[in-house]
């Protein structure tokens, strides 16, 4: 294998990155919410949380992400996160090449949804706004499993196996036929019961090196794998932050959208988003109904599309963990203050919440054109039992017990979810 070469290439791999680090701080420090903001200290902080993340995701990319002859699976978490990582989730990344047979060995879990895809792209966005393109797809309806739960799922050009994956696709994009070739795979296990569902188990090889040593290090790999990681992080925070311009215009102030379709990402995934200014005085009740879709959740971020920290603080809820009112319906509480309901969402410090909701799966009977859209009522927080008369009161003692059993399941070692 042949490594790229860079003008900078005298340098260390480590002050390539170092100099990188810096970069991606003075492009988020001059995002536009930065410079308006009323407190520009604490999107400062923000964005030094969101930097952190991006660099452990890039230095995953670019150290143990970068050979596609010697794949294996990376697993994000809550510090290697980016783009609003799912809570709910567990994501398993890997890198292949095209061509190139693979073969995925494992067993089944117990996850309440499961998607594979094989795409072409980076993990996110990047500075022009690409994402990952899906090639192609598994769902966990049409995955084949024995009798025990194993299965085996075959990556190639040709098709071979009950779970095969193409690695390729022609489409014609702007009246040009274009050869599509896969360098990705991404797996998304989704949970509802964080204490009792388990995490299937997952390997990855190449065929045609199968049992092959990898190259050991050297100064041009070392520097190959540190402008890896340096290009993916700038490239990604430039992305992210471009994204989040464009969205934010597009959402209203205090309102969540009608549920949509998700473009080219999970099948049968819809979501509804918005953006809500947080006020210590004021408290946001989303009202969502509950769907026949297998997975459904509410999720807070912040502007940098920070997950903030889902293990210890409630800025998530799917709809096993969230107690339902006497019609069956969710009502949930944004606050700073906890608001003594079961269903409170933590902002977590961030200016303005960014809200996000997710169905996945959403049989195909089922039409969420037709369902009755979630509802955003902003209250005054001495005023918030007057409009919940029903609520039952959730008492101090019960939100240590709920935040303790959110801490142990999602930390555990090997985590379970």
Same mark, same amino acid.
């Given at each position: 294998m042949t490594y790229a070469t860079n003008d900078q290439q005298h340098l260390q791999g480590s002050m390539l990155l170092a100099s990188a680090i810096d970069k991606a701080r003075s492009i988020m420090y001059e995002a536009h919410w930065v410079l308006d903001s009323s407190d520009p200290e604490q999107e400062k902080a923000a964005a030094e949380q969101q930097l952190k993340n991006q660099l452990v995701a890039?230095?995953?990319?670019? !150290?143990?992400?970068? =050979?596609? %002859?010697?794949?294996?699976? @990376?697993?994000?978490?809550?510090?290697?996160?980016?783009?609003?990582?799912n809570p709910d989730n567990r994501y398993h990344i890997a890198t292949i090449s095209t061509p190139g047979k693979y073969v995925i060995r494992g067993k089944r879990g117990t996850s309440a949804d499961l998607q594979i895809q094989v795409g072409t792209g980076e993990p996110g966005f990047d500075v022009n706004l690409t994402s990952p393109v899906t090639i192609s797809q598994l769902a966990l309806a049409d995955l084949v499993v024995d009798d025990d739960?194993?299965?085996?799922?075959?990556?190639?050009?040709?098709?071979?196996?009950?779970?095969? #994956?193409? %690695?390729?696709e022609v489409r014609t994009v702007g009246g040009v036929e274009k050869e599509l070739k896969a360098n990705s795979i991404l797996i998304r296990e989704s949970f509802m019961d964080w204490q009792e569902e388990v995490s299937g188990t997952?390997?990855?090889?190449?065929?045609?090196? @199968?049992?092959?040593? %990898?190259?050991?290090?050297?100064?041009?790999?070392?520097?190959?794998?540190?402008? #890896?990681?340096?290009?993916?992080?700038?490239?990604?925070?430039?992305?992210?932050?471009?994204?989040?311009?464009?969205?934010?215009?597009?959402? @209203?102030?205090?309102? #969540?959208?009608?549920?949509?379709?998700?473009?080219?990402?999970?099948?049968?995934?819809?979501?509804?988003?918005?953006?809500?200014?947080?006020?210590?005085?004021k408290a946001i009740i989303i009202t969502v109904e509950k769907s026949t879709a297998p997975y459904?959740?509410?999720?807070?971020? =912040?502007?940098?599309? %920070?997950?903030? =920290?889902?293990?210890?603080?409630?800025?998530?809820?799917?709809?096993?963990?969230?107690?339902?009112?006497?019609?069956?319906?969710y009502r949930f509480v944004i606050s700073v203050e906890d608001p003594g309901v079961a269903n409170w969402l933590d902002p977590a410090g961030a200016s303005t919440s960014f809200v996000f909701l997710r169905w996945q799966s959403v049989p195909a009977d089922y039409d969420m054109?037709?369902?009755?859209?979630?509802?955003?009522?902003?209250?005054?927080? =001495?005023?918030l039992r007057d409009c919940l008369p029903d609520e039952p009161r959730f008492c101090r003692r019960q939100r240590k017990e709920q935040?303790?059993? @959110?801490?142990?399941?999602?930390?555990?070692?090997?985590?379970? !979810?």
């Open positions: 890039a230095l995953d990319k670019g !150290f143990a992400l970068h =050979d596609a %002859n010697h794949p294996e699976f @990376r697993t994000l978490d809550q510090y290697n996160q980016y783009g609003l990582y739960g194993h299965f085996e799922i075959i990556i190639s050009d040709c098709e071979e196996g009950n779970n095969w #994956l193409n %690695n390729s997952w390997y990855i090889e190449r065929q045609d090196t @199968r049992g092959e040593p %990898n190259p050991v290090t050297s100064p041009e790999l070392i520097n190959h794998q540190y402008q #890896l990681t340096s290009d993916y992080l700038l490239g990604s925070v430039r992305g992210w932050i471009k994204f989040v311009e464009q969205l934010r215009p597009n959402l @209203r102030v205090n309102h #969540l959208s009608e549920p949509r379709e998700t473009q080219d990402g999970l099948p049968g995934q819809w979501n509804s988003a918005g953006q809500f200014p947080i006020n210590s005085d459904q959740s509410i999720q807070v971020g =912040d502007l940098w599309f %920070n997950a903030l =920290d889902f293990c210890r603080r409630q800025i998530s809820l799917n709809m096993a963990q969230a107690q339902p009112d006497k019609k069956g319906n054109t037709q369902a009755p859209a979630p509802s955003v009522e902003i209250v005054d927080l =001495d005023k935040l303790a059993a @959110r801490q142990a399941a999602s930390l555990n070692s090997p985590r379970g !979810f």
